[in-house]
């Protein structure tokens, strides 16, 4: 095609306009908008919450008649073009071939300097995505690659859905299928295939004998791919695209295509690790669903996720990985302003094997008990473990939190919960978040809260072993209120675990013994070792009954049926009279 292709009003050639007028025609921008925007009809006009800037009432309209829109508060405006063009952070050419694929309109040829690497790469995709669709349907060839699609429970509507693929075996399938319609270096540049280092020169297929997963960019373009290992010990396991002109996997999200149009009814977007985990979730029925694409989640991932949605999902591998990749994805959706929720799977179970084992709903019963940030990190720094007080590390966590969010009353929030979770001073918290804000050290304040507390925990723990040591009587009663597990210091669980078991050797007897012969060396002289041993008992037993109040409360929070709501109450209220009965 000759010519260049112009934005509307230059005075260049007109030839190029044809099509940009075209793709135009064919594109209603209140339909288009509509998908992201939840548009309500007043009059002439289509009204909502301005997608631009953060907005209670809505200032944003959209004519039909003359399909444009404008926001009466930021002042963005301009036509179907400039709103893809903001949106989705493209030139005007890239947005009007998002708009052509969309209605299906084909994408002209352009001078190669006009447009860089982007359209023979496009092309050369494309090309090879239909001939992985082939040799997925060979019935010889894909043969294999089908039968793991159906292990994997997975329907032939959405394997065509995704336009799921197979790169067969050999090392220049693609190569030579592709001969004579894509060069070399084209194949090369869109990470399709690498240059031979012998002698002979030439290039071979990258991906051979894997299962292929399209990675498809908003308007329908392929842009790479993601390739599943069929044959066993075959490494990587999952091997995707390079960085090319058209695939930079930290500003791309798999899936976001089909998801951001479920986003709009569900007011939320599911993020998962795994290509397979979307798919398994979109077939469930949960189309507003994204993976990332072979790295961690970036800003770039969530500045996406904010066009789109308030709130994302974080529904990670339930193991110590998944756990680890949502604390490091935490502080960069909160930071982009969006709100956040975590789907905390259980040990080994991941989403594909969730729907898998119970359909939508048991996506349904693991959404309604997902925990905000700060319970989640409460959660997964508690049984993690590792050295030190877990508390410490998660208030941590809490601070660097607060110290990357802009929004003041969002900070308070955060530490508003951060206080009742964890039961310390909001204002302390705040302090702390001030001082990592000013580049100062703020471990300090948080050490010494917690090292507060502690000494405090460990001296009514203390107390108690030491009037039982004394009062040896008293341990059937102790046993008959207490166990092991509601000693928090180590050293007093091991000793507890030692007197409860009747002086057998656990696997910390070491440090049962040193602390016993502290505790007897340190003995003051009480007239009424009995009643010391009741008043510890009682204070230690009241503050397993507290803490049980706190995980009933964390669970009303959640709880979306009336009938766990009555069951949860009840369980407050009878936590709420033991506390009563041990306080007369």
Not at 167 to 196: F, I, M, S
């Amino acid at each position: 095609m000759n010519g260049t292709l112009t934005a509307p009003g230059s005075a260049r050639a007109r030839g190029p306009d044809d099509w940009v007028e075209r793709v135009r025609a064919a594109t209603d921008i209140v339909e288009y908008v509509g998908q992201t925007v939840a548009l309500k009809r007043v009059g002439r006009n289509w009204v909502g919450l301005c997608p631009f800037h953060q907005e209670k009432t809505p200032s944003f309209s959209v004519n039909a008649e003359r399909q444009f829109y404008h926001c009466f508060s930021c002042k963005a405006g301009g036509d179907v073009f400039t709103f893809v063009q903001e949106t989705e952070h493209v030139g005007f050419v890239e947005a009007v071939e998002i708009l052509s694929r969309r209605a299906g309109i084909p994408v002209p040829e352009r001078h190669p300097g006009e447009r860089g690497q982007r359209a023979p790469l496009l092309e050369a995709l494309e090309s090879a995505a239909a001939a992985y669709e082939r040799w997925l349907a060979d019935p010889e060839r894909g043969a294999v690659a089908r039968a793991h699609l159906e292990r994997r429970g997975l329907a032939r509507d959405t394997v065509r859905a995704f336009r799921l693929g197979y790169a067969p075996e050999g090392w220049e399938h693609l190569a030579q299928g592709l001969r004579g319609k894509v060069t070399e270096e084209v194949l090369v540049q869109a990470g399709l295939a690498a240059r031979r280092e012998s002698g002979r020169g030439g290039v071979y297929d990258r991906f051979r004998h894997r299962l292929m997963v399209p990675l498809v960019a908003p308007g329908g373009g392929v842009v790479g791919f993601g390739a599943r290992a069929l044959a066993e010990g075959d490494q990587p396991k999952y091997l995707n695209s390079p960085e090319t002109a058209v695939y930079h996997k930290g500003s791309f999200l798999f899936g976001f295509e089909q998801a951001r149009r479920g986003a709009a009814s569900a007011g939320e977007m599911i993020v998962v690790e795994g290509y397979f985990d979307a798919i398994a979730l979109h077939q469930a029925g949960l189309t507003h669903t994204v993976a990332t694409s072979g790295t961690a989640l970036t800003a770039d991932h969530a500045r996406l996720l904010k066009r789109v949605v308030t709130r994302a999902v974080l529904a990670y591998d339930g193991d110590a990985a998944g756990r680890e990749a949502i604390m490091r994805s935490l502080g960069i959706l909160l930071a982009a302003g969006l709100e956040v929720v975590v789907v905390d799977l259980p040990e080994g179970e991941d989403p594909d094997s969730l729907v898998q084992r119970g359909g939508a709903g048991a996506w349904a019963e693991a959404r309604r008990r997902a925990a905000d940030p700060v319970e989640f990190i409460q959660r997964h720094l508690l049984r993690a473990g590792g050295p030190g007080d877990p508390r410490e590390r998660a208030l941590q966590a809490v601070v660097g939190l607060g110290a990357g969010l802009g929004d003041p009353v969002r900070v308070r929030l955060l530490l508003e919960r951060a206080a009742q979770v964890f039961g310390f001073s909001e204002t302390a918290l705040a302090r702390a978040v001030g001082l990592r804000r000013s580049g100062q050290d703020a471990r300090r304040p948080v050490e010494a809260l917690v090292a507060e507390r502690r000494r405090g925990e460990h001296e009514l723990e203390r107390r108690l072993l030491q009037a039982l040591l004394q009062h040896p009587a008293g341990l059937e009663d102790a046993r008959a209120v207490l166990g092991p597990a509601d000693f928090h210091d180590p050293a007093c669980a091991a000793l507890a675990q030692r007197l409860w078991s009747g002086g057998g050797e656990g696997p910390d007897a070491e440090a049962a013994a040193a602390l016993e012969r502290e505790l007897a060396a340190t003995s003051p002289e009480l007239p009424d070792w009995p009643e010391q041993a009741r008043v510890t008992m009682r204070a230690m037993a009241a503050r397993r009954l507290r803490e049980g109040l706190k995980e009933r409360q964390q669970e009303l929070r959640r709880a979306d049926s009336e009938v766990e709501r009555a069951r949860l109450m009840r369980e407050i209220q009878e936590i709420g009279r033991s506390l009563r009965n041990l306080n007369t």
